[in-house]
Structures are given as structure tokens and as C-alpha cells.
């Protein structure tokens, strides 16, 4: 983790310096923070390469190494520059960034939260990596005269980045040591926050009546865990603003419904949605919203064996419906079913957002750029929708009706777990779900199969999980 300082000091003969300036105000920022020398080589090496918005220089002066990173004032997040800049200062022990005039103090913390993000990596498991290989930054020191920074108020964004980086290391980890006992063991540290937590084991879960999430869990050996996770930080009232519910298949094989081999290996992350509610209910705490929070996550493994579930077979929910499960590679919308059902008995949510890995359709739809949103509440879809925007995590609504309900009824069940079409994937899946809501709650769906992993590495997602809807959930609980 590397160390954030907001102070005014004079700094150290030497140290690595980071101007931040406006394309047009280029010339007098670089004479205002640079000596004559330095300014005068930075201005012409600024102009040869005819640098915009966005661009960042770096080279050496005879003193320090110099980083010259353009934004533009209009830019509302400096968290992307933050993530941008990152790549060139990595390698530097410590850098001191100059705060021009006229940047806001929420950018300074916006970018720290930026480099921490883009400076995330998992690499527990490489031993044989050498010390040159890893990045060397430790101390981050933002030098701003007109700006009264301190490291209090960078708490709320240091929190938030914790909270993806947590989600991260949840969902990149593979199923062999994430399975759900694991996963739930680890959840249960977090109660040093004040988080409240609670593990359903395999017998309580029998009780409570988690038939679907039972089902789906029956042919591994690593038994399920249901994790209720509490942050009850308005004390003065017993209600609950908002219930987050998550998938949490710690290793999808598909069950006897065996999915192909290529590509098998990707789904130790479909438990990405149960990480992103753990890493939002740790940024609650960690920022002790004056809210109360309830997260309930289903940790099973999906695996065909003697005793797994079958195609076919009929099983009743804890809502009493049943459903015939037509396909086993459909088992995210089984437990989901069983937890949304769980926290609307048990604790009378009124608002509830579930999160999951869900369809691969979803992608067909909308690609690796947004997650999809449905939902019974446009209200609560469009308070999702601002976060995203808001967050840099953006979701778009697809339609539910009852037209798209209908075809997944069943002829000897209440329902079947698929639609014997492959068309509107993501949205039969929708309804399904939808048939397990109360009716008085405002439930949202995000599908969010297709944003829980960067292949490629961009400046706030490096490669590997994304820790995709913790930002979103922080956003939305800033503003319940
Ligand atoms: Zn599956």
C-alpha cells in the first residue's frame, strides 16, 4: 500500500516531482513550480511533442525526474488521472505532486484514490518474481499551498479504495482456496469494523429452508455457507435502507450440465458478486455511514458428481414455489432466489439490489463496457443508474414484462430455472428473480457477468478482477 501525505514542507533535494497543469496555462505552471532550467527544457520538450489533455511527460532533470501530466478543468473526477499517472511515477520511491491553483481540493483525494486503484495488483502466488519486477512507489506527498488537505479527510476515499481492492482479492483468488467455508471465515475477520457478521452453516441453512441454494450446492464436497453481513449505522431507527444480496459460486463447473473445459477456469470469479456487497459493506464501515445496511451472501459450489442435482428435478424454494431445474449451469438465479426471499422475510427490506455473474447473455447485450439493470422499481433502477454514472461504473436498463415472465413457466412446476429459448437470457433470468420479490419491496438487478474481470488492464482496472459494483453500492449509499 503506498502512503499518502498531504503537507506543505519544503521538499527533499531530489525528489521525484509530479506538474499537474492545464493546456493552456502550461507555460506559467511549469515557471511557477520548476526552476528556469527545468522549466525551459519541460516547456520544449512539452511543445515538440505537442502534448494535450490527458498526456503525460516525464524525463530527467539533472536534479529529479520531472512527470508532466495534462488535465483538462472540466474533468468533474481527476480519479482516471490519478489512475493515468500511476503507470509513469511506479517506479520512483516517493513523489511529490504539485497541486496547481485551481484545482479543488476533492480532486487531490480523487486522484490518491485514482493511483490506488490503478497501483492494485495480485501476485501472492508468483515466487519467483524478483524485487526489480515489483513497483517501487511507497510515499505519495501532495504539495497544495491554497488547499487546507488533510489525511482525515482523505479517509472516505481511502475507504472506498480498500473496499475494491478487498473485492479484488476475494474474487481473484482461485476456488481451491476460496471455497465457501474459506470465503465465509474470512468475511467473519471484518466484524473488528463493527460489521455485524453471522455464518449460516450447511445445517442452518437446511432450517431456514435455502432449498434452491442447497440443490445447487449438493454435489461438491466443500459445503455451503450463507454470510449475513450487518452495518447498523443509524442506530436511532431499527429499519434497514437497504438490503445487497450477492452470488456467491466460489467455482461454477456447471454442475451435470458440465460447461465446455475452454475457458472453465474463469469461473472461480463467479462469486464476484457476493465480493462486491462484502467490499461495500466494508467501505460502509470503514466511512461509518449514518445508514443501515444488511448484505446476505450465498457461497456454494456448483459441481457434478453422484450426488449433484439433476436436469429435470423438482425443487420447492423457501418461498414455498417450485421449480424445475431444466439446466444446472443456471444455478446463480437458484440461490439468489432462496437469499432474496431470506432477507425480505428476516429483516423486512423495503430496497433490495442483488448483484451476480449471472448470464452470459448479458455480454451479447452489452459487452464488457456496462452492466445490465432490471428491476420492479424505476425509481430505484434510476438511482442505480445515476451512481454508476457517477462511480465510473455504468450499468444500462434492459426491459422486464410479464410477456418475458411467462416463458418460464413450467408445465409440472411453478417454474423452470430456463426459458427453452436462448433469446432475452439476461432478461428470463430477470424474471425469474422477480418471481421471488415481495410485493412492496423496490428491487433492483445488476448482471454484472462480463464487468467482473479486465482482460486487457486499463488505468483504474488493472488485469484480473474488477471488484466491478463496490463503487456503484458506495455512491448509492452516500446518498440514501
Ligand atoms: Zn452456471
Avoid at 470469479?269 to 462484502?278: P, R
Avoid at 425480505?344 to 452489452?366: C, H, N, P
Wanted: charged fraction near 25%; glycine fraction near 8%; hydrophobic fraction near 40%.
Amino acid at each position: 500500500m503506498t502512503e499518502y501525505v498531504f503537507e506543505n514542507k519544503r521538499l527533499t533535494s531530489g525528489t521525484p516531482v509530479v506538474i499537474l497543469s492545464e493546456l493552456k496555462t502550461l507555460k506559467q505552471t511549469l515557471e511557477a513550480s520548476l526552476s528556469d532550467e527545468e522549466a525551459k527544457i519541460a516547456l520544449h520538450i512539452c511543445r515538440k511533442k505537442e502534448v494535450k489533455s490527458g498526456d503525460v511527460v516525464s524525463f530527467e532533470s539533472p536534479h529529479r525526474p520531472i512527470f508532466i501530466v495534462i488535465f483538462d478543468h472540466a474533468q468533474k473526477d481527476l480519479t482516471l488521472t490519478g489512475g493515468k499517472m500511476y503507470k509513469h511515477i511506479k517506479n520512483e520511491a516517493s513523489v511529490a505532486i504539485i497541486v496547481p491553483q485551481n484545482l479543488k481540493e476533492e480532486g487531490v483525494y480523487q486522484m490518491a484514490l485514482g493511483i490506488e486503484l490503478g497501483s492494485y495488483s495480485f501476485d501472492k502466488y508468483l515466487t519467483k518474481r524478483e524485487d526489480k519486477d515489483f513497483a517501487k512507489l511507497e510515499t505519495v506527498i501532495f504539495k497544495a499551498k491554497h488547499l487546507d488537505l488533510s489525511a482525515k479527510k482523505y479517509v472516505p476515499y481511502a475507504a472506498l479504495a480498500n473496499g475494491v481492492r478487498y473485492a479484488r482479492d476475494l474474487t481473484n483468488e482461485p476456488a481451491n482456496n476460496m471455497t465457501p467455508e474459506i470465503m465465509s471465515d474470512d468475511i467473519k475477520r471484518l466484524s473488528y469494523l463493527g460489521l455485524d457478521v453471522e455464518v449460516l452453516d450447511e445445517k442452518r441453512m437446511k432450517s431456514c429452508g435455502f432449498n434452491l441454494a442447497l440443490a445447487v450446492a449438493q454435489g461438491s464436497e466443500n459445503k455451503p455457507r450463507v454470510v449475513v453481513i450487518k452495518w447498523l449505522g443509524n442506530k436511532e431507527k431499527s429499519d434497514i435502507d437497504l438490503g445487497l444480496v450477492g452470488k456467491g459460486v466460489t467455482f461454477d463447473a456447471g454442475g451435470i450440465s458440465l460447461k465446455p473445459g475452454n475457458g472453465m477456469w474463469d469461473m472461480k470469479q463467479d462469486m464476484a458478486g457476493a465480493a462486491a456487497v462484502v467490499g461495500a459493506l466494508k467501505v460502509a464501515a470503514l466511512q461509518k455511514l449514518p445508514i443501515n445496511v444488511v448484505g446476505v451472501v450465498g457461497l456454494v459450489e456448483n459441481m457434478p458428481s453422484g450426488s449433484a442435482i439433476r436436469p429435470g428435478d423438482v425443487v420447492a424454494s423457501m418461498s414455498g414455489q417450485t421449480v424445475e431445474i431444466l439446466n444446472t449451469d443456471a444455478e446463480g438465479r437458484l440461490v439468489l432466489a432462496d437469499l432474496l426471499w431470506y432477507i425480505q422475510s428476516e429483516y423486512r427490506v423495503k430496497k433490495v439490489i442483488d448483484i451476480a455473474t449471472l448470464t452470459g447473455a448479458i455480454m451479447v447485450a452489452l459487452g464488457t463496457e456496462m452492466a445490465g439493470v432490471m428491476g420492479n422499481s424505476q425509481k430505484l433502477i434510476d438511482d442505480v443508474k445515476k451512481a454508476g454514472f457517477a462511480s465510473g461504473e455504468e450499468v444500462w436498463q434492459l426491459p422486464l414484462t410479464s410477456a418475458y415472465n411467462k416463458m418460464m413457466d413450467s408445465e409440472i412446476a411453478d417454474m423452470k430455472n430456463i426459458s427453452e429459448s436462448r433469446n432475452a437470457g439476461s432478461i428470463t433470468a430477470a424474471c425469474f428473480l422477480e418471481r421471488f420479490i415481495k410485493k412492496g419491496t423496490s428491487w433492483a438487478h445488476l448482471d454484472i457477468a462480463g464487468m467482473d474481470k479486465e482482460t486487457k488492464g486499463k488505468p483504474l482496472t488493472p488485469k484480473g478482477a474488477t471488484g466491478f459494483g463496490v463503487k456503484l453500492f458506495a455512491e448509492l449509499m452516500k446518498n440514501l
